[in-house]
């Protein structure tokens, strides 16, 4: 807060001026005093240490104990927070929202092998899928069932491939490997399901992508030309250079139909080896990934997991062609809905789409996710832009 001596030197200002110094000065010290505390930073640091591929040692509850009395305090749901660690350079951001499900319910859909693992950040993640597992651990358990009867804490390794939607302040979205580290274990009356995700190397270079509508929609164009859309940057060779999130997902045995998720997030991207990265993206992006989860799994719509792998497969199983009709559909729906948009990017699409083949440079990866999308938008109520009938409706109809 400003000393005495700070205020009466503001008052002495021209009234407009001064006024407006003053709620500036009042804005940054309350920023400034919602920041991490610094007793966390041993267990973020043992976090990120563990969370190395090439670790032996077992997990270590107990060296978590002043970060995990801090997640477990109780505060207003949606809080966010920046802060730093000893184990990393800022910005570092922590985010925290409450979903209205029980922890096994969450973890049927989340990690489970035979549903495309992006099925919770549909609005942040293009698609995600898993390229390999440690060898202690060589294939992913039913991780929801474990978790039902968890006596000892088991720990899960692997290697991820991710590539994100665009990201709003910049129009650009990247693709990257993950090492993932998933532990599930018990503290005191609760149980936790713990998930690093580690970014050691840059991504690919950032490409130009477009968000079409409120982000709500989840309708984004992923044009494939390096560079970023936004700011008059098209030029800029942009990465994703190291990154770290630690998600906790925690559920009370006082209240088995309520997950609290708290998430730690660090990183650093930008071009010619700098950051740019300020503490209001990575909260941003935490925030969107807090409401696209809690518009998935609390959406009294939303599918079994069995009826959603039934579905899954089937897409795994359209033939190349098909799935290649489905999205040529799809990008002639989107400029249907979008095309008179200022957003929408014409002369790219009108030369690839178009005139073009922009379809056969799609990855099956690519192809699918577009299918799995409109899919879970129909089912969950919201407005897929192609007609069923265009997307293949048998994927929408549940098992007899």
Not at 3 to 32: C, D, E, K, N
Not at 296 to 317: C, F, S
């Amino acid at each position: 807060m400003p000393t005495q001596r700070q205020i009466r030197f503001y008052l002495v200002l021209p009234a407009i001026a001064g006024l407006a110094v003053v709620l500036s000065m009042f804005g940054v010290a309350a920023a400034a005093a919602d920041r991490l505390p610094a007793d966390i930073d041993g267990g973020l640091g043992y976090l990120y240490e563990f969370s190395n591929p090439e670790t032996t040692t077992p997990f270590q509850v107990q060296r978590l104990e002043k970060l995990m009395t801090f997640v477990l305090a109780p505060r207003d749901d949606g809080l966010s927070m920046p802060g730093h660690s000893g184990a990393f350079l800022e910005p570092m951001a922590f985010h925290e929202f409450t979903v209205a499900r029980s922890l096994p319910f969450l973890l049927g859909y989340a990690h489970n092998p035979g549903i495309p693992a992006q099925i919770l950040t549909l609005g942040t993640l293009r698609y995600a899928y898993w390229k390999a597992f440690d060898e202690r651990q060589p294939d992913l358990p039913d991780v929801a069932e474990r978790i039902d009867r968890l006596e000892t804490p088991f720990v899960i390794r692997g290697l991820e491939h991710e590539s994100i939607a665009p990201d709003p302040s910049s129009g650009a979205y990247y693709s990257y490997d993950l090492q993932r580290t998933l532990i599930g274990f018990r503290y005191g009356r609760h149980t936790v399901w713990l998930s690093l995700s580690r970014q050691s190397d840059p991504s690919d270079v950032g490409r130009k992508g477009y968000v079409l509508e409120a982000e709500s929609d989840w309708h984004y164009l992923y044009s494939g030309v390096k560079g970023i859309t936004k700011m008059g940057l098209g030029w800029v060779d942009s990465y994703m250079y190291e990154g770290f999130s630690c998600n906790f997902y925690i559920q009370s045995d006082d209240a088995p139909d309520r997950v609290k998720v708290a998430i730690f997030k660090w990183l650093r991207a930008g071009w010619n080896d700098l950051n740019f990265v300020k503490y209001k993206h990575i909260r941003d992006g935490l925030e969107r990934f807090g409401t696209t989860m809690r518009r998935i799994l609390e959406n009294p719509d939303l599918p079994p997991p069995a009826q959603v792998e039934t579905v899954a497969r089937r897409i795994e199983n359209l033939s190349l062609d098909q799935l290649r009709q489905i999205n040529q559909n799809y990008l002639l729906a989107l400029e249907k809905h979008y095309g008179q948009k200022s957003v929408f990017p014409r002369s790219w699409y009108k030369k690839q789409v178009v005139k073009g083949d922009f379809v056969s440079q799609l990855t099956r990866p690519q192809l699918e996710a577009v299918v799995f999308l409109e899919y879970m938008q129909g089912v969950l109520g919201m407005n897929p832009v192609t007609e069923p009938e265009i997307l293949l409706g048998y994927l929408r109809r549940p098992e007899p």
